[in-house]
């Protein structure tokens, strides 16, 4: 399957969001979903499909479609923006006159209604002009979007009173109107040219408050793609030449001075300073690098000069990264809009139904064909489910994006129904709970082996392990001087390593795995570790126990911190770690972690996950590593240490791009906030349309204040959602 977005142009309302997305479904093999806000269309075909049959398949619903696009443009919101503003200007200068002339008989001199007539067409025609064309189009393919109605509904209050003035004595000298909260029942003398073009008017309002919503709402998520530098300085040949970023490849060494910001994704090769990520983490605080330590492009230089060596470029950086899933986020949706997309696509035709009925009610009632024509078109005008297309994708917009400010970013918007079912947060001890940098605390060799022998040759095994307690033992082994080789390395699955260094077997890892008897104050000083939060390496040499590492890792100061939030939040927190159960439970009674699963191999963490579930919980899962990846896709809701492994980030629903522990709660918030926002719009939305609609057939609703009401309901849901982009971070 291949993947592919296509912008989607013409779209006024989630209806036509709707057919789209029909159509583009009904090719076989085909997967689309279409978003309205972003006007988007995210699309997945088989190799039986061409792009050209999708852009043709858009097309021939009567929408434009192009390739591809991948992040939001905010040109086009802003072009949107200007001809909506420009249309608005204009029809509220012409309608002001009208209603006014229309509501109150004390201004209404002689002839009085033909200026309103002069004044209120190009109102009702050019002004609502983009309602009549996409009607026009949406007729020509057999289709009634919610364009459809206000069309209907501009043209026969137009179109009614047009009629009245050149057939009825509407139009003689003379002639008074006067306007009534509730919807007068008489026919004669009453005109609607103020209804036709305050409706349009309240409309283009509407309409208008949307796009520059569009465009505030992809604020953050431009914001974030115009985060990178823009050029460089890389060495070449002992020189500096100044390069455009777009021209950097994988090996470059290039400069940052002072204020700069790193230009992309790399290793420090000479320098030390500190870098400010508040950019990219919502941190503060900037961090200490020196040689060896991985930067971030889009960061800032904020100590002294580096010299740093590119190791991802490109879409590889973790910036674009960022920017593709946010984006992805923000074209999805969440199953409560799928519910609202279902019954937009039949409320038209149902609206139209209920307006029909409505007139003929009235008449066959005997009711004056005033008053039946101002039911039918109220009914028309309120009807007019805008709100239900903007509700989830403006929320997306908003919250999405402002979790990417804050170094939080939400997968999709499927995500936000998992974190309001969670109650267990189940956290990785190495490099979640604790910093993951391991260091040797102390060295107990056996009777007859030495502290230089022994991690000579401990250390040259693990040299040839990505562990971090491998890394930390080796580091500290090779400080004396190089390794010896290692041949016939083997990794045995989280139990420990073997491997044959100056002709000798040595295996690194559990005691017990080791298969060897410890002398008892070996077996001393390593429960006297385990009691102290620290972890014992035991080492065999040639099948003997000869002695035992202490590694010990230090738990991140915010970790207690994060603990306590996730409390607050309804959540029961559980560490899981490889570790022996002494060294686990020290650590989590620093953090204040009552329930503890220890001596876990990689491989059983998926096992611990489908466990905790089979007992009814809905489990979150929080880490780093590889080994964490299986359990992060099983876990209800994954969350990815931004500073861990691109596989665990792939595996996860949620990454935290920032270290920081207490960013876990964070983003829990952020998405539970942004799942209430998106079911608070959705019930107002409905709501309205459902208390309003009644109201509207039983005549007890003027057109000109449904039309008003119908626009104030677009904004409010635009409004509500926009209140995401205060969402404060605890940290």
């Known amino acids: 399957m291949t993947a592919v977005t296509l912008a989607v142009g013409g779209m006024t309302c989630a209806s036509c969001a709707a057919r789209v997305e029909k159509r583009l479904n009904r090719i076989d093999g085909v997967s689309a979903t279409v978003n309205f806000a972003t006007e988007q269309a995210t699309v997945e075909y088989p190799d039986t499909v061409s792009a050209d049959d999708l852009v043709a398949a858009v097309e021939a619903t009567g929408y434009t479609a192009s390739l591809p696009r991948t992040a939001i443009d905010g040109s086009a919101s802003d072009d949107e923006a200007t001809g909506w503003r420009r249309r608005l200007l204009v029809s509220a200068l012409l309608t002001v006159p009208v209603v006014l002339l229309s509501m109150v008989p004390a201004w209404q001199f002689d002839y009085w209604q033909w200026l309103a007539l002069g004044l209120a067409t190009p109102v009702a025609t050019w002004g609502a002009w983009p309602f009549h064309r996409a009607a026009w189009v949406n007729l020509r393919h057999r289709a009634a979007t919610m364009d459809t109605l206000i069309s209907v509904g501009v043209s026969a209050a137009y179109g009614w009173s047009v009629w009245a003035l050149l057939f009825t004595h509407a139009g003689t000298p003379g002639m008074r109107m006067s306007f009534d909260l509730l919807p007068s029942g008489a026919f004669e003398p009453h005109l609607y040219l103020e209804v036709a073009a305050a409706v349009t008017t309240f409309l283009l309002a509407g309409r208008y408050v949307e796009a520059r919503a569009k465009k505030q709402s992809g604020a953050a998520l431009r914001a974030l793609l115009d985060m990178g530098a823009k050029d460089v300085a890389v060495l070449r040949d002992g020189r500096e030449i100044r390069l455009p970023v777009d021209l950097l490849t994988v090996g470059d060494e290039f400069v940052v001075r002072p204020g700069e910001k790193i230009a992309t994704d790399g290793v420090i090769v000479s320098g030390t300073s500190a870098v400010d990520a508040s950019m990219l983490t919502g941190e503060s605080v900037p961090v200490e690098v020196a040689p060896g330590d991985a930067v971030v492009g889009a960061t800032v230089n904020a100590g002294g000069r580096l010299q740093v060596r590119a190791t991802r470029v490109g879409a590889d950086t973790q910036l674009a990264q960022m920017a593709r899933l946010v984006a992805e986020a923000q074209s999805g949706k969440a199953d409560v809009q799928r519910l609202a997309d279902r019954v937009s696509a039949v409320f038209v035709p149902v609206v139209l139904a209920v307006a029909a009925l409505t007139l003929a009610g009235w008449l066959l009632a005997g009711a004056a064909a005033g008053a039946a024509f101002t039911a039918a078109v109220a009914v028309l005008i309120i009807a007019c489910p805008c709100a239900l297309g903007l509700a989830t994708p403006t929320a997306l917009l908003v919250g999405t994006g402002r979790g990417a400010q804050l170094g939080i970013l939400i997968k999709g918007p499927q995500i936000l129904e998992s974190t309001r079912r969670v109650d267990t947060v189940v956290l990785d001890k190495t490099g979640t709970v604790t910093t993951g940098r391991m260091a040797v605390a102390a060295v107990h060799p056996a009777d007859g082996e030495t502290t230089a022998d022994l991690m000579r040759l401990v250390g040259a095994v693990e040299d040839a392990s990505e562990h971090p307690i491998a890394r930390a033992v080796a580091a500290t082994a090779a400080e004396a001087g190089p390794l010896p080789a290692v041949t016939e390395f083997e990794n045995h699955g989280g139990s420990g390593v073997t491997g044959v260094v100056e002709g000798r077997t040595v295996a690194v890892g559990r005691l017990g795995w080791l298969a060897a008897d410890a002398p008892p104050e070996l077996l001393d000083a390593a429960a006297a570790a385990e009691a102290e939060g620290r972890t014992p390496v035991w080492a065999a040499v040639d099948g003997r126990v000869a002695g035992v590492v202490v590694v010990s890792d230090s738990v991140k100061d915010t970790a207690a911190q994060a603990i306590s ?93 920032t270290g920081d522990l207490r960013a876990a709660p964070d983003a829990i918030r952020l998405a539970r906030s942004t799942l209430r926002t998106i079911r608070g719009n959705l019930f107002w939305a409905f709501a309205y349309n459902v208390a309003a609609l009644p109201l509207a057939a039983l005549g007890l609703l003027n057109p000109l204040i449904a039309g008003a009401a119908m626009a104030f309901s677009s904004v409010f849901v635009v409004s509500n959602s926009l209140r995401l982009r205060g969402f404060t971070p605890l940290r």
């Open 565 to 657: 939030q996730l409390k607050e939040l309804g959540l029961t927190p559980v560490l899981l770690t490889g570790d022996n159960s002494r060294a686990a439970e020290a650590v989590a009674a620093q953090i204040g972690v009552d329930e503890v699963i220890a001596d876990v191999l990689p491989a059983d963490k998926v096992d611990v996950v489908k466990r905790l579930q089979a007992e009814g919980r809905t489990v979150a899962m929080v880490g780093d590593g590889v080994n964490d990846a299986a359990a992060l896709a099983q876990a209800d809701l994954g969350l990815a240490m931004g500073t861990g492994t691109d596989v665990a980030i792939e595996a996860s629903d949620l990454t935290l791009v």
